[in-house]
Each structure stands twice: as structure tokens, then as C-alpha cells.
């Protein structure tokens, strides 16, 4: 045979002599494809960056201004660090959590609103469930792929806080106040994100388009914290109703997305209420629920949500 003089001058089969990963890691490059396509979103960042830490962000600049204060008149320096002192450091993180719920639900509707919707409609499950690939690899991998980026988004502004707190006000009682603070934080962040990433899947796999599952997540979360708020005032300003209906009038708010997440970060924070600095909210005034309650309804919700997605991601047999 005589010598190529193409391009290519070896032209002769050979096989990959790359590293084989496991049949184990399959799930690993269906969830770093969802990763991916999240942190690539602008939007993501945005709200990661600037609006969901945005109470953490207000109070670390009152916290600046009070510590500026204790270096000016003696009077002024008193007030200032009694203000300081009196902080609740554990309460900051239950309105820091609190107020980014909106934007949580957000990042989660950029994360997982398209995952399995927009395979639907490119029909990609013929490629993701051919052999070897098994349906448990998609869903642990795009569950996976789904709570990285939610987790992230919310664990940053709490960390970054965190870190603020201990390298200016370890004297105030930021850090021995409650030294496994971190670890609560990570605890019911990790509950939230598990639960956000289970309904935004079970959403989308009833959909063809990534649009529409992101919208309907939305409707279900207002509508469900809409209604538990009206319900609970309802029963709260009902002239006959007894002591014990206005007691779980409160709870209500727990039965909605937000609320129990709220609710499932006061159990790890071992906080009912909580003293603010800038405006209110009502919510973290209420008694948490019980934790059997509040966990046990995040892992049935999640559990039904990965059912349902379980239901309807069907492998197909492509026959010759």
C-alpha cells in the first residue's frame, strides 16, 4: 500500500486508551452537565451575588457604621457597643435564609426547570437511558445536578457573612455564642435545597418545555404560601374559634414551600423568634413546628416529587 498523503496520515483503526471511569461514576457526567449549563446562566450569578444575600449585605453595613462608632465620643461609643452586644448573631442567619427565599426559588427554577423538561422535548432520554446508562443514573445525576448549584446559591451569602462576623466581632460573642453555628447553617441549607431540587423535578417531568415547568413552580410556591397566610388569619381573627385553633393557625404557615423551610431552619438554628434591625417579618415570630413534623414533610415531599419523576422518565428499547 502506498504511503497517505492526506491530512491525516495514520488512517487505521484504533481503540480509546483514555481512563474508563466505573459504571458507578455514570451519574457524575449527567450531573456536571446540568451543572454546567447553571453556572453558566448570568441570571444565576446575579442573584447568587447581589440580591439573595441582600439583608446580609444591609447588615453587614449597619454592623460598619455601629463599629465606627465606638471610636468617637465616649457616649456615643457606649451606645454603640451595647447595640453591638446585643445582637442575636444566630438570628441574622434565620432573616438572612428568610428574606432570600424569593431569590431561592429562582435559582432553583434556573436550575432545575429545564433539567428533564428539555429532554422531553428533544427527546434526549433516547440517548440518556440507552445501555448502559439506567434510569437510577439520570435521577441521581440530574437531582444532583439540581442541588450543587441551589445549595451554593444558598450557603454563599450565609459563609460570606460568617467570615465577615468572626473577623470583626469574635469580641461581641459572633463565634462563642454558638461555636457549631456553621453547622446548623449547612444542616437546613442542605434540607432546603433537597427539597427545592425534588418539586422543581417532579414539575419539570410533567412538561415538555422548560418555561412552562419553571412557571407552574412558581404558581405552586405563591399559591401554597398564599393560602396557608389567609387560612392562618382566618382562624387567628375568628371570634369564636377556641385557643387551640388559633395556636395551629400559626403553624399553617409551615404547610407552604417558604414556611417550611423556615420552619425546618429554626429547628437546626434552636430559635422561635427573632430580633431585627432593619423592617419585619412575621414568620420567624411564629413557634417552629415540631421536627418530626417539619423534616418528616421535607423527606415525604421530596420522596413523592422523586416518585413522580421516577414514573415518568421511561428508558426506551430502540429494536433493529
Not at 24 to 52: E, G, P
Not at 67 to 78: I, V
Not at 235 to 263: F, H, T, V
Not at 279 to 299: C, E, S, Y
Request: hydrophobic share 50%; proline share 4%; charged share 15%.
Amino acid at each position: 500500500m502506498s504511503n497517505a498523503t492526506g491530512p491525516i496520515a495514520d488512517l487505521t483503526y484504533r481503540g480509546y486508551d483514555g481512563v474508563l471511569d466505573p459504571p458507578t461514576q455514570r451519574w457524575k457526567v449527567i450531573a456536571k452537565s446540568n451543572i454546567m449549563r447553571v453556572v453558566k446562566n448570568k441570571w444565576y450569578w446575579w442573584i447568587t451575588l447581589l440580591f439573595a444575600p441582600w439583608y446580609y449585605t444591609v447588615m453587614s453595613i449597619v454592623l460598619f457604621f455601629l463599629n465606627s462608632m465606638t471610636a468617637g465620643s465616649p457616649g456615643q461609643a457606649r451606645q454603640a457597643i451595647e447595640q453591638i452586644g446585643g445582637i442575636d448573631w444566630t438570628a441574622q442567619f434565620l432573616h438572612g435564609f428568610s428574606f432570600g427565599q424569593i431569590f431561592f426559588l429562582f435559582i432553583a427554577m434556573i436550575a432545575g426547570a429545564g433539567a428533564i423538561a428539555n429532554d422531553n422535548r428533544s427527546n434526549a432520554l433516547l440517548v440518556y437511558l440507552s445501555k448502559p446508562c439506567t434510569k437510577r443514573d439520570y435521577l441521581w445525576g440530574k437531582w444532583v445536578g439540581v442541588f450543587v448549584p441551589v445549595a451554593f446559591a444558598m450557603l454563599l451569602p450565609a459563609i460570606g457573612f460568617y467570615i465577615f462576623g468572626a473577623l470583626n466581632y469574635r469580641e461581641y460573642g459572633f463565634i462563642s455564642d454558638d461555636p457549631l453555628l456553621p453547622l446548623r447553617v449547612v444542616g437546613f441549607t442542605a434540607f432546603a435545597a433537597a427539597l427545592h431540587a425534588s418539586l422543581v423535578l417532579g414539575v419539570s417531568s410533567m412538561f415538555n418545555q422548560g418555561r412552562m415547568a419553571g412557571a407552574t413552580y412558581v404558581g405552586i410556591y405563591f399559591i401554597l404560601n398564599f393560602v396557608t397566610v389567609v387560612i392562618g388569619i382566618i382562624l387567628a381573627e375568628s371570634d369564636n374559634a377556641p385557643e387551640s385553633m388559633r395556636s395551629l393557625s400559626e403553624k399553617l404557615y409551615y404547610l407552604s414551600i417558604d414556611g417550611l423551610n423556615i420552619g425546618v431552619a429554626k429547628i437546626f438554628l434552636d430559635i422561635d423568634s427573632a430580633s431585627l434591625f432593619i423592617g419585619a417579618n412575621a414568620a420567624v415570630d411564629v413557634d417552629r413546628p415540631a421536627p418530626w413534623m417539619a423534616i418528616g414533610l421535607v423527606v415525604l415531599l421530596s420522596a413523592l416529587a422523586l416518585r413522580l419523576v421516577w414514573r415518568r422518565v421511561r428508558a426506551v428499547e430502540v429494536v433493529g
